[in-house]
Each structure stands twice: as structure tokens, then as C-alpha cells.
């Protein structure tokens, strides 16, 4: 078969059944073949196409009902599409696309099928609006905790409390000092997160005590220790008896010689203290006593 078609026009002038076979050529196809505004075509069909291209070699090519539909020339229903000559159903996607099916708001399309979208999702979207003291966790929505709620200023939070994660605690003693709740006590200071009572030897680095007040301090340790000694080897009960005569005179005695060799030995220890000259030979004065160390540093004033 060939096809002389308008080149203008894409109209059919004229159409030869010959078999291509033949090889026909200019007149022999059709007589009054002008090759400046026609153009051939050849092919073996059974009927003459309503649509078709001419490629670079001239052959027919028919159009598929795809290409029809493509060039409007032909029509579907809108939930079906061709597929080369093939009519099948457009996918899930397609139909959501081309407007065929409609989603709802809180509907989303995933692969080919239709899910509902999450709770994030939605309000992202604005299709939940959360209220002020609501907040998304993962894919719910919860209320905001106390804490939360403090730390969005929603709510007045209490001076003495402080937030920590989502809640509410109350603040360290350290925490309540630096921000001007309570007081310190003289010998006391903060460290890290810490109300610590300073030594005597703090107390002078610090220059809370000058050297007097630091060799004062020392005497009244030691003489608290000092004290605590004498009670263990001679309470104070004892002394009372011995002092309104219930006791034998060798027991009175030996209680007074016990009680005066302690006194001795605190006043000795206290006018060496008070001779010294700076708070290294205090300390130093002070370790020569027959006392725990430890004490130094420990027995508040």
C-alpha cells in the first residue's frame, strides 16, 4: 500500500493498494504526485490507517491508541488509560494525579495505596492546631508538664523551685544562695554546687580572719579537744563528786592531778599559739598536740 499525503494538511490525497513489492516510484504511485507539497508513504496493512506518522524511511507507522489518546483524538473513561494499544486502569497515583480521586485532607499516598497521615504530619500541615500547653511527642500530643510549662513561661515559677528536664525540682542550698534566697553563715562558701564550711585556715586565705582571729580560732579547737580528752579520762560527774566531798581524799587526788595536767597542757599549747608570728607556725605549734590531727579542720568554731 501507499499513502500520498498533503505534507501542509496531513490530509490522504491518495491511496495505492499496490504491495510495496512493486517498488513503485513519482507517477506510478499517482499521477498527479507533486513531491514539492505531498509526501509518500509505504507499508503492508490490510487497511488504511486513520492516524499514522511517516518516519525517516518512509514507512507507515500507525498510531497507537496511546498516541491517540495522547493527541486528543480519541477518548477514556478517566479512570482508564491506554497503554500501546492496550486499555488498562490507571494506578492509585495516577487517578490521585489526574484529579479521578479526591484525598481527604488527612489522607496521604503512599506507594499505591492511601494511608491516613500522621499525627505529626497533620501538624505540620495545620490540620491540628495544638493549644498552648499541648506539644507533639514523637506522633502523639500530651500535655505540657509543669516544667515544660515553666520553661515556655506559661506558668510563674516559684524562686526556691528550678526546671530539670520536663519537671520541677527544688533548687540546692548552692543554687538558693547564689541567686540571694538565703545567707550564708560566716564561715561558710560555695563550691560547685556546694554550701561548704571553710576551716580556720580557709578562713584566713580568704581574709574572713586576720592572724589573731586565725591563732583564736585554733586555741578554741584545741581547747574543745582538749576537753573532750579530759572526759574521757575523768567525766565531768566525777569531778563533781570529788568536788562536794563524796570521794576518798587518794581518789580526789589523783582527779585533781589529772584535771590540772590537762589544764597545763592547754595553756602551755595556747601561749605558744599566741606567740607565734605567722599561720604556718601556728599550725605547726599546733600539730605537737596530743590530739587527732584531723580536728584542726573539722570541729566547727
Known sequence: MYIVRDKAT?????VNPAPVSQELEGADIYYQLDGATMEVARGELAEVPEYFDIDEQGTIVPWTLERQIKEGVRMLPSELKAVGDSIVEKTLAEKVADGVLKLKPAEKLVGDHVEQKTVAEQVAEGLITLTPTQVLDGDQIREMTEGEKAAAGLIKLDPYLKVVGKGIVPKTPAELARDKLIELAHDEAIKGDEIVELTPREMLEERRYDLERYKQAVIERYTEVSLDARRKQLPDHQLLYA?????????????RKIASDHARALDQMTQAIGKASTPDEVDAIAALGDWPKERLHRVRV
Request: glycine share 6%.
Open 10 to 14: 496531513r490530509k490522504i490525497v491518495h
Open 243 to 255: 568536788a562536794i566531798g563524796v570521794l576518798d581524799a587518794a581518789t580526789v587526788e589523783n582527779y
